[in-house]
């Protein structure tokens, strides 16, 4: 069974760091390409990074770019998201997604694309 699992979530004040992990089991991750998603209260969800499945190609939101690093470490299986400078905008649930992708095609943020979700962690930025 293809499995998910996002950790890494909490409560931070503005300014503030966290670093997300996305843990996939039931399956390795060298043949897929990730990505993060994010559903703030009220808003659709959105892609924030996406990386490609060898690692070479990523993609960031305007919202994000400069203060977010997306990282795979296949050994590990496992895909991280470190977010820095958090603001009360970045309030969310964070989803990690796999899409089954050639080592070449370049990473995509389009939810449609992917196959695998997890299940979530929240982040809350507020003073």
């Known amino acids: 069974q293809y499995q998910l699992v996002e950790s890494g979530g909490g409560s931070v004040q503005p300014g503030g760091s966290l670093r997300l992990s996305c843990v996939a089991s039931?399956?390795?991750?060298?043949?897929?390409?990730i990505g993060w998603f994010r559903q703030a209260p009220g808003k659709e969800r959105e892609g924030v990074s996406c990386i490609s499945t060898n690692g070479r190609s990523i993609n960031y939101a305007d919202a994000v770019k400069g203060r977010v690093t997306i990282s795979r470490d296949n050994a590990k299986n496992t895909v991280y998201l470190q977010m820095n400078s958090l603001n009360v905008e970045d309030t969310a649930i964070y989803y990690c997604a796999a899409r089954l992708a050639p080592p070449s095609v370049r990473a995509v943020c389009e939810m449609s694309k992917y196959d695998y979700w997890g299940r979530g962690t929240q982040v809350t930025v507020s003073s």
């Open positions: 039931g399956f390795t991750l060298d043949y897929f390409a």
